[in-house]
């Protein structure tokens, strides 16, 4: 764009000079839609300042505020607002600020016809008001806040590549001075100032949001080692049993838990269950039903009325879609087994004296799945010695094969390596070893979802099985 000065013309007349001196050369004039050089170095610096604050600072108030000052100095305006959508999408005043850095007393009105339009366009906005007629054909609140000059310009935050939803609002400054109109310069600097503001509050989205994510990896740890806490110690000489668990979490916590109750005349609960979902709300899910039954079962060794308390207490707290399967067993010195499964995955059982497998499916839903159903059927059995019995969670069972797609451990699976290894009279600890890295072995380590596994191995009650499967140490994870 040029800007010039009039020059004063070369006087070509070589007459004498007269006693009358020549008149002055006419003072230096800018065209009405043009700004003087002046003004413009203003602008510039205004928005180099700007990208400085943006590109240096942290504090996302401050550089708002330096922001909408600035756009309010460039432009001559008398007021200037960053109007944003609050939680709920309503457009609120964020910054209202007057001349001279200062901020608004009072309630800040401003136009909300001209910040609709905007909004519905999409564009920006450069209005000068001619008269109280022009004014009231471009909306009742121009009249009533007897502006003369607004400007306005759209905001987009967030959305896009981002993942988080788009925020729209604007930035706005007004005037109502008669003689107040906004160049095209002016815009221009104010639709690049906006440019900073949208880098500003995506600068904050951004450090907001990966706040959040260290508090929730922080909850996720502490709920983590709570769980790591919860997790029983293996039971030792237990008359007439040998028993191990194992867990390893897909996320940094677990829906999966089990757990080892003593009982009255020396005998022992076995609990094994897998609330659905990952992270941390499926983790609350499995500790409370844990403490529930833990607590249920010092008073009841009744497994159905067990559960249907359990039920009782966990279902109404669970939200839609939420559901807690759970396997229970009562040990007995004499072999015998109670045992209860609510929408778990089948426990296995493997018969030393012939090699036969048997399988205890369900006996009612899972936990939360119908909080008024009442359990009333339970399982039981007779373990021999040398009998195992084993029960998992579904992470184990729905395993994918690594070199086959689709292919899954499932039973079959578990079935193979007891007709492997149970024979050899391989401890419990020994038996899970080998389990777990027959599974890992078939994914290629890959793990998609919560591992558990108790293993229960009936012995006589003044022997203790040895390992005699050589396998990788396989610890809680």
């Known amino acids: 764009m040029a800007f010039w000065n009039r020059k004063k013309e070369d006087s070509k007349d070589q007459s ?267 983790s609350l899910i499995a500790t409370a039903a844990q403490a529930s039954l833990r607590a249920t079962l010092k008073l009841t060794d009744d497994l159905s009325q067990a559960f249907t308390l359990l039920n009782e207490d966990i279902g109404p707290r669970m939200d839609d879609g939420r559901f807690c399967t759970m396997f229970a067993g009562i040990l007995h010195n004499d072999g015998e087994v109670w045992m209860l499964n609510a929408g778990h995955p089948p426990a296995v059982l493997w018969r030393a004296a012939d090699g036969a497998l048997e399988s205890f499916g369900n006996n009612g839903l899972a936990l939360g799945m119908l909080d008024e159903f009442e359990f009333s059927d339970s399982s039981r059995a007779t373990m021999a010695e040398g009998d195992v019995l084993v029960v998992l969670s579904d992470g184990i069972l729905e395993a994918e094969s690594a070199e086959k797609n689709g292919q899954l451990f499932g039973a079959e699976g578990v079935r193979a390596l007891l007709h492997k290894h149970a024979g050899s009279g391989a401890s419990a600890k020994a038996l899970t070893e080998a389990l777990i890295s027959e599974v890992l072995r078939f994914s290629g380590g890959a793990q998609a979802d919560d591992m558990t596994v108790v293993i229960v191995r009936k012995v006589a009650t003044d022997k203790v099985a040895t390992d005699k499967v050589a396998t990788d140490k396989v610890t809680k994870a």
């Open 16 to 282: 004498p000079p007269s006693k009358t001196p020549p008149p002055s050369a006419p003072p230096s004039t800018t065209p009405d839609d043009q700004l003087s050089s002046g003004v413009l170095r203003t602008h510039r610096d205004a928005l180099f300042e700007a990208i400085a604050w943006v590109s240096q600072s942290n504090d996302t108030h401050s550089m708002l505020e330096r922001i909408v000052d600035s756009s309010i100095e460039v432009t001559r305006a008398e007021r200037g607002f960053l109007i944003l959508p609050d939680a709920e999408g309503n457009l609120v005043v964020r910054i209202a600020r007057g001349r001279g850095k200062k901020p608004l007393v009072g309630e800040a009105k401003y136009s909300t016809g001209i910040v609709k339009r905007v909004l519905a366009d999409n564009q920006p906005l450069n209005l000068t008001v001619a008269n109280d007629d022009h004014a009231l054909e471009i909306g009742a609140s121009v009249l009533d806040l007897g502006l003369r000059a607004a400007m306005c310009v759209p905001l987009v935050t967030g959305g896009g590549d981002s993942g988080s939803q788009a925020e729209r609002g604007v930035l706005y400054v007004d005037s109502k001075a008669n003689t107040r109109r906004f160049h095209a310069e002016d815009l221009q600097t104010f639709v690049a100032l906006s440019g900073q503001l949208r880098v500003a509050l995506e600068k904050q989205r951004l450090h907001e949001d990966r706040l959040a994510k260290e508090r929730l990896l922080q909850q996720q740890e502490l709920m983590a080692e709570i769980q790591r806490d919860l997790m029983p110690s293996i039971p030792r000489d237990v008359a007439g049993w040998d028993i191990f668990g194992w867990f390893r979490p897909a996320e940094g916590t677990t829906g999966d838990f089990y757990d080892f109750i003593p009982l009255k005349r020396g005998r022992m609960a076995v609990l094994l269950g897998d609330a659905s979902g990952h992270g941390v709300g499926p």
